[in-house]
């Protein structure tokens, strides 16, 4: 089993920064892959960004790449979403999620991840 507990979240202005963290139980951290979904009010949860178990791989959904980077941290059982010029729409409840061990997929369905943390508050003002 594995228990993931984010934190990070909160009030922002449209511009600003948040860097979101995810820490996670259990001594086999390394072996998960790691994402970051968000569910915004009436939406679907959807697919933020993803890093491999072995963090030599990144995924970003279109609409964060290249504002939003996904890293980790094995030797503290983390992993960080940092989120840059940060928009209105960025705006939901944050989600971390674990695969299975050494699982490789496309990393872009909920339905790959087996394990959830409960979520913490984004709000961005505009």
């Known amino acids: 089993q594995v228990q993931l507990v984010e934190s990070g979240g909160g009030l922002v202005q449209a511009g600003g920064s948040l860097r979101l963290s995810c820490a996670a139980s259990?001594?086999?951290?390394?072996?998960?892959?790691m994402g970051w979904f968000r569910q915004a009010p009436g939406k679907e949860r959807e697919f933020v960004a993803a890093i491999s178990w072995s963090g030599g791989s990144t995924y970003y959904a279109d609409s964060v790449k290249g504002r939003f980077t996904i890293s980790r941290d094995n030797a503290k059982n983390t992993v960080y979403l940092q989120m840059n010029s940060l928009k209105p729409e960025d705006t939901a409840v944050y989600y971390c999620?674990?695969?299975?061990?050494?699982?490789?997929?496309?990393?872009?369905?909920?339905?790959?991840?087996?394990?959830w943390g409960q979520g913490t508050q984004v709000t961005v003002s505009s």
């Open positions: 259990g001594r086999t951290f390394s072996s998960y892959a």
């Open positions: 999620a674990a695969t299975a061990p050494y699982y490789s997929g496309s990393y872009y369905w909920r339905d790959e991840y087996d394990y």
